[in-house]
């Protein structure tokens, strides 16, 4: 019997809007290195940040697919500047580590509307 499939998470709108959402944190978390959000916002971004992490260690290989990689990067951040820091500055820190890039730490919960608050952060 195959498993029963899972929903992804909803964050509401249309699907556009939280691809663009998810962007806009991630170029956010690379300017920054750290950013406060909600905990379930963090758990979501967690995975698309860390395969763009990898994505980015791998345009450093000199060869035909370094310019490939930079532009899907590019296609999913939407930002030069953005991409560039990932490139040449955030993903060399992390040559020698394989996965575990971000960490999430719990704030407790926000004073107007009581969300599990979260601080996710580069290693």
Do not use: C
């Not at 909803?10 to 998810?22: D, I, K, P, V, Y």
């Not at 978390?29 to 905990?39: K, Y």
Request: proline share 5%; no cysteine; aromatic share 4%.
């Amino acid at each position: 019997m195959p498993a029963t499939p899972r929903r992804a998470r909803n964050f509401g709108g249309s699907s556009q809007h939280q691809r663009l959402m998810m962007a806009n944190l991630t170029a956010s978390l690379i300017a920054a290195e750290a950013i406060v959000t909600t905990e379930a916002k963090a758990k979501a971004l967690r995975p698309i940040a860390e395969k763009l992490i990898t994505k980015a260690k791998k345009a450093q290989d000199e060869g035909p697919m370094r310019v490939h990689r930079i532009r899907q990067i590019q296609g999913y951040l939407g930002d030069k500047e953005m991409t560039h820091k990932l490139v040449n500055e955030v993903a060399p820190r992390y040559t020698e580590r394989n996965g575990g890039y971000l960490r999430i730490l719990k704030l407790g919960p926000r004073q107007g509307d009581n969300a599990q608050m979260a601080r996710i952060e580069l290693v």
